[in-house]
């Protein structure tokens, strides 16, 4: 389980065994803070979770009488997901920078521990602004750039699983990335939180953050019929 730039189809099964047993002991401190930013009624909402994993977080949407659909990048991840929660129907294989929904699809995308793998995070956030629909919420949680201090070299972030050994790689991100031009741009931000502060190699550094867009509505530009003549 120690396998450096791997992918979660490599050690799906390790992975989720690890985490099954993590949280046995730990509450799922990340998971409470996302929840938290949720409305408090779901009911009817079509929800689409971003990097859904085994689908826990999708199964406790649709307790909550929402309209979830969970996707990932992961086959094998998919897979253990459909066996684990064999009543969930809205789960498939795709990536966050290319999807198959239709414009304007969802009232709410979150995501937890799962946008930070994408290189370039510009083109997600062109996706998820597009399949969300006008004043709907983004809602996600990514690995916190001070992460790069301790766990980084180069380019990259040796993320530590679990209390275990660092295992996968992400690129490294800094604030700039998700609060880009076109981020300020097309979305209102409802909330920032940075989680509790955890101990990163003799550093006290909060792991994630947790952030609560709201999709601006911007209406079409104005066309122009001729020389002086607008609509």
């Known amino acids: 389980f120690r396998r450096k730039n791997a992918s979660y189809d490599d050690f799906a099964r390790e992975y989720v065994r690890a985490r099954d ?20 009624n779901l009911k009817g909402k079509k929800v689409l979770y971003a990097g859904c994993g085994v689908g826990d977080d999708v199964a406790w949407l649709e307790k909550q009488e929402a309209k979830v659909w969970g996707i990932d990048k992961s086959a094998r991840m998919i897979g253990l997901a459909r066996k684990r929660h064999s009543a969930l129907r809205g789960l498939s294989v795709q990536r966050f920078e290319k999807t198959n929904f239709a414009d304007s699809s969802f009232d709410i995308v979150t995501s937890k521990y799962a946008l930070h793998y994408a290189k370039d995070t510009r ?14 919420f983004l809602i996600v949680l990514v690995a916190h750039p001070l992460l790069s201090f301790s766990y980084g070299r180069g380019d990259v972030v040796f993320v530590p699983f679990f209390s275990g050994e660092p295992t996968v790689t992400f690129p490294k991100h800094d604030f700039s990335e998700y609060f880009s ?51």
Do not use: W
């Open 123 to 136: 083109s997600v956030f062109a996706e998820l602004h597009r399949i969300l629909k006008p004043e709907g």
């Open 21 to 40: 047993s993590f949280f046995k002991e730990h509450p799922d401190v990340a998971g409470e803070y996302l929840r938290e930013q949720m409305p408090s």
């Open 181 to 231: 031009p076109f981020t300020r741009r097309h979305f209102e931000v409802l909330s920032f939180r940075e989680g509790p502060l955890g101990r990163a190699r003799g550093t006290r550094i909060p792991y994630f953050f947790v952030v609560k867009f709201r999709k601006l509505y911007l209406p079409p530009p104005r066309q122009s019929f001729g020389e002086g003549a607008q609509i």
